[in-house]
């Protein structure tokens, strides 16, 4: 998508600056991605703590290991 917008010259440079991009699209198209990053893990991370991660009773990471690694030897 072409889009036009008007930002200050040294916004830019700073974008370009930190991202490393080889242009100012590339520049802007990384940092709207790990910006965009970032708001996804800010929206998880209020949703985990509204509705927080639990185990069942019993669980052990042990136990999910030695499923994991059993192997057939027949």
């Known amino acids: 998508m072409k889009v036009t917008a008007i930002l200050p010259d040294d916004m830019i440079e700073d974008v370009k600056a930190f991202t490393g991009g080889k ?3 590339d520049s802007l198209k990384k940092a709207l991605n790990d ?3 970032l708001k996804r893990i800010e929206k998880l991370n209020a949703k ?5 991660v639990t ?3 019993g669980y052990s990471a042990e ?6 690694n059993r192997h057939d030897r027949s």
């Open 23 to 25: 242009n100012i699209t």
């Open 35 to 37: 910006w965009l990053y």
């Open 48 to 52: 985990l703590s509204d509705c927080p």
């Open 55 to 57: 185990f069942d009773e």
């Open 63 to 68: 136990k999910v290991r030695n499923l994991n």
